[in-house]
Nanobody
Framework: QVQLVESGGGLVQAGGSLRLSCAASGRTFTPFSSYVMGWFRQAPGNEREFVAHIRWSGGNTQYADSVTGRFTISRDHAKNSVHLQMNTLKPEDTAVYYC???????????????????WGQGTQVTVSS
């Protein structure tokens, strides 16, 4: 089992910034691990939406069009963690943000919820106008 513990959500005004963190345990992480970690979000009444992911080996990233240029995902090898730096936040970014983990052994693009086997408990991000 993989455990994912998120932190860093909160309330911020439009134009502000927040940084989410996610610590993973239950797997052995090496610089060559195939794992994919990322973030999804879900606003009330909406389906879960892909935000960003990063491949543990190589650090390749992918972002949703709606956050490209504003959000940055990164990984910390020493702490088995990923971070999501969110800048220039907009009210439409308001959602519960979930950290996700996949073994990364497939060839898909890992932008669909079903491709991730493990999810964190979620952290609320609220952006006021």
């Amino acid at each position: 089992q993989v455990q994912l513990v998120e932190s860093g959500g909160g309330l911020v005004q439009a134009g502000g910034s927040l940084r989410l963190s996610c610590a993973a345990s239950g797997r052995t992480f090496t610089p060559f691990s195939s794992y994919v970690m990322g973030w999804f979000r879900q606003a009330p009444g909406n389906e879960r939406e892909f935000v960003a992911h990063i491949r543990w080996s190589g650090g390749n990233t992918q972002y949703a069009d709606s956050v490209t240029g504003r959000f940055t995902i990164s990984r910390d090898h020493a702490k088995n963690s990923v971070h999501l730096q969110m800048n220039t936040l907009k009210p439409e970014d308001t959602a519960v943000y979930y950290c996700v983990f996949a073994e990364g052994l497939g060839t898909s693009d890992y932008t669909s919820p079903g491709e991730y086997h493990y999810w964190g408990q979620g952290t609320q991000v609220t952006v006021s106008s």
